[in-house]
């Protein structure tokens, strides 16, 4: 079985270019840390467990914004630094910490050369429902186009998220291949739109039971890709 003919590609990022592995962990204690330097009232006030009672009032509010990871941090936070009396800055300088901690990642070892390989022969899209940056990551000029689910204002599995992919291409569904590591979001997501998908099942899982089945490839490290290309593609 190969990806013949398809012509461009895209791959989710979390978990599929690198391991999120403590990323989000490491990332609050440095918000936590800025806050305490900057704005310690909202440490002392207000642990993990309240900000999650935020965050869960700001989706009360605006059930809408359910896909936007940062537009709906932003506003947890806003809701804690309102609460202390500290100007709208604040929330926005704590952001900017912790997104920047979300960006520090550790690629996977495969995850340069297979993209370095691929990107002289296909275009290459960026697709993913967090608010990951590959620009910040350093590997931006690997693809053509990067899509998030807040510029597209819902998250895979949605078509809509996909068919962004087609339309950046000009290319229809058959043409292209999504690549990621979630079954749902990513590969039924992908399957149901028309478009090719290739799990990467890096733990050699089974198909969840409880999702319908779909025509997928499955390998499991990155640097397989290749073996589903046709061999004057590689």
Request: proline share 6%; glycine share 4%; with cysteine.
């Amino acid at each position: 079985m190969s990806l013949h003919p398809v012509r461009a590609l895209s791959f989710d990022l979390d978990e599929t270019l690198w391991s999120l592995d403590q990323v989000i962990e490491r990332a609050e204690a440095d918000m936590a840390a800025f806050f305490w330097e900057h704005y310690p009232k909202v440490t002392e006030r207000f642990d993990r467990a309240a900000l999650l009672d935020f965050r869960r009032e700001v989706l009360r509010r605006d059930p809408s914004i359910a896909h936007d990871f940062g537009e709906l941090r932003l506003r947890t936070l806003r809701l804690a630094t309102d609460a202390c009396g500290y100007p709208p800055e604040a929330a926005r300088r704590a952001l900017e910490v912790f997104l920047a901690g979300r960006n520090r990642v550790r690629l996977f070892d495969e995850t340069r050369p297979t993209l370095e390989r691929l990107r002289s022969r296909y275009p290459l899209v960026a697709l993913t429902n967090g608010n990951a940056d590959v620009q910040r990551i350093g590997i931006g000029h690997y693809f053509n186009v990067s899509i998030s689910a807040a510029q597209v204002g819902a998250a895979k599995p949605a078509p809509e998220m996909f068919e962004a992919v087609t339309r950046a291409l000009s290319l229809q569904p058959e043409q292209t291949a999504h690549v990621g590591d979630d079954p749902e979001t990513d590969v039924l997501g992908a399957a149901r739109f028309g478009m090719r998908a290739v799990w990467l099942n890096r733990q050699g899982a089974p198909w969840p039971r409880e999702l319908p089945q779909v025509d997928y490839l499955e390998i499991k490290s990155l640097s397989e890709l290749h073996t589903l290309l046709p061999e004057e593609d590689v």
